[in-house]
């Protein structure tokens, strides 16, 4: 048995250093407590990913900034490392949309950009303090903030801060896209051409944009999406939580179709053909490929006819999959990647890519309004630790994929057994919507043989057993996936716990643990869950008898 973890709740999870991108919740309670009210609990994380919150060394660069400006104690801001991003802040925070009592819209006399210079230019957001749970949402959804990285380097040269006027901020951007971001691109269009599907795959560096989150990577191609006209957005089967809140806060018009099954894409079918009769434009269909928590995956296929029928983008994000697994480039006019999860595979950066595919028949449009309206902001030092961790992207995938699948396996043997308190589980290779997974795996070859992802969820047979197994398991907890150690998350839980009713109409339950496989032994991973297990089943059995 592995010594018992004893990591504090809040804390980063070792090995972390001061860009950790993860934090710990280890009790059942804590996930109780988080679901309820996150916005009390995430101020007391002695760590945190950053988007959720700026982590110190941001927030640390905030107040120096606050300072030199002198606006008073009554005053915060936010950083950005582009005027684009900064305005782009200022536009959300005013809007209208802002309709949440709780979170108003902040009057547009007391938002203003100010723009100084230490090592980088820092274009600062600032408002009012009691306007801070509304702006903050720009912060933490489209995640365009800057990165701890950037932060670390310019607290170094707060000796050289002054303010500019931002007539003056038109800057060259060689610290965001410079030879490092380059060795970048150029990996990925080895990745994307190794083992491919179609033969003779088109790919260009030139065609890689990257963004600071992966976030960023699905907000920034929607509003380039949106300068070309407005139009209907549509979110095909379920998706991360955030990407849920960004169409649903920034879609000029947006439609969700949750389960992402055969019968949505007869419904999404009926929806494209009833908007086109009535002059209205479907600009994007945006899916997951698997889809985040559960791993359903639609139907590509068929999702790529629709979007050709009607003029749509297709739009897919292949993050769990990843590219290493899959090849949905034929099929796909853009591909968008967290570029924090597996393949840069340590839980130390966030950033994100898209990719533009040059066969796609929205290539020249697309192109057009990237190269228009991108600003490059993932900083130079993000792109080097990228560069370096993702060296072994494809050694580490065989053991993540390895992993998924042996855990995978082991608690199906587990809900094959009426009596356990296992009761589904829900993976690529067991969901009956692998089948269209597996039309996009790549070819066998001596480097890496495909695989199903690093992620899976479980489903016990009530809360008591969940919590049981929760509790009982010695691993990390917590949000992220793609790290180098096995994450346990209670998801729906800590994502919805508040709209449970509404997360039960597209499958999603509190009794559902998603748990992202890392690069441990795989026995001893095993007998980790067979302990939590037995704790699930004993809990179980109280309440049946």
Request: with cysteine.
């Amino acid at each position: 048995m592995s010594p018992r973890i004893t990591l504090g709740f809040g804390e980063a999870v070792p090995p972390a250093n001061r860009h950790s991108v993860t934090v710990h919740m280890p009790t059942w309670a804590d996930v109780e407590n988080y679901g309820e009210d996150s916005a009390a609990l995430i101020p007391n994380f002695k760590n945190v990913y950053p988007r959720m919150r700026p982590n110190d060394d941001i927030g640390n660069l905030t107040s120096a900034v606050l300072r030199h400006l002198a606006v008073g104690e009554d005053m915060s801001c936010l950083i950005f490392s582009s005027l684009q991003s900064a305005e782009e802040c200022v536009a959300y925070a005013t809007s209208n949309k802002r309709n949440n009592p709780d979170k108003p819209p902040v009057p547009a006399d007391q938002i203003s950009i100010r723009v100084l210079i230490a090592r980088d230019h820092l274009f600062a957001v600032v408002f009012p303090r009691s306007s801070r749970a509304t702006v903050a949402g720009f912060w933490s959804t489209p995640g365009a903030g800057v990165s701890s990285r950037f932060a670390e380097v310019n607290l170094a040269h707060l000796n050289e801060l002054r303010e500019i006027n931002v007539a003056e901020a038109d800057v060259a951007r060689e610290r965001f896209d410079g030879p490092t971001h380059q060795i970048l691109r150029n990996r990925i269009v080895q990745l994307l051409g190794r083992a491919a599907l179609e033969s003779n795959p088109q790919y260009s560096a030139d065609d890689i944009y990257f963004f600071p989150t992966g976030m960023a990577a699905i907000y920034k191609p929607h509003t380039y999406m949106l300068s070309l006209g407005q139009g209907t957005t549509v979110l095909f089967g379920m998706a991360f939580m955030n990407t849920l809140t960004l169409f649903e806060e920034l879609a000029s018009d947006y439609k969700f179709f949750g389960l992402g099954t055969e019968d949505d894409l007869s419904e999404l079918e009926v929806f494209l053909r009833t908007e086109r009769q009535a002059g209205r434009k479907v600009k994007a269909i945006w899916a997951e490929f698997p889809a985040n928590p559960i791993l359903t995956t639609p139907d590509l296929k068929r999702l790529r006819a629709l979007s050709d029928e009607y003029d749509a983008v297709l739009a897919i994000d292949d993050t769990i999959g990843s590219w290493s697994n899959i090849d949905i480039s034929g099929s796909s006019d853009l591909i968008a990647t967290s570029l924090t999860k597996s393949f840069n595979g340590r839980a130390d950066v966030i950033a994100g890519s898209v990719v533009l595919m040059k066969s796609s028949r929205k290539y020249p449009e697309l192109k057009s309004a990237f190269d228009q309206h991108h600003v490059p902001e993932l900083y130079v030092d993000d792109a080097e630790i990228i560069e370096r961790n993702s060296h072994d992207y494809l050694a580490r995938t065989i053991k993540l994929n390895h992993n998924a699948k042996s855990i995978a396996h082991y608690l199906q043997s587990c809900a094959n057994d009426p009596k356990s308190a296992v009761l589904k589980v829900y993976y690529p290779s067991i969901n009956s919507s692998g089948i269209y997974y597996e039309q996009f795996m790549r070819p066998n070859t001596a480097e890496l043989s495909p695989g199903y992802g690093c992620l899976l969820c479980v489903e016990f047979d009530d809360l008591r057993s969940t919590a049981a197994f929760y509790d009982r398991l010695n691993l990390y907890k917590g949000p992220h996936l793609g790290a180098p150690f096995t994450l346990v998350f209670a998801y729906t839980m800590c994502a919805y716990k508040k709209r449970l009713d509404w997360a039960a109409q597209y499958a999603l339950k509190p009794t559902q643990i998603r748990i992202s496989a890392g690069l441990e032994d795989t026995d001893a991973l095993i007998q980790e869950f067979r302990y939590a297990v037995e704790a699930a089943d004993k809990a179980k059995s109280v309440v049946d008898s």
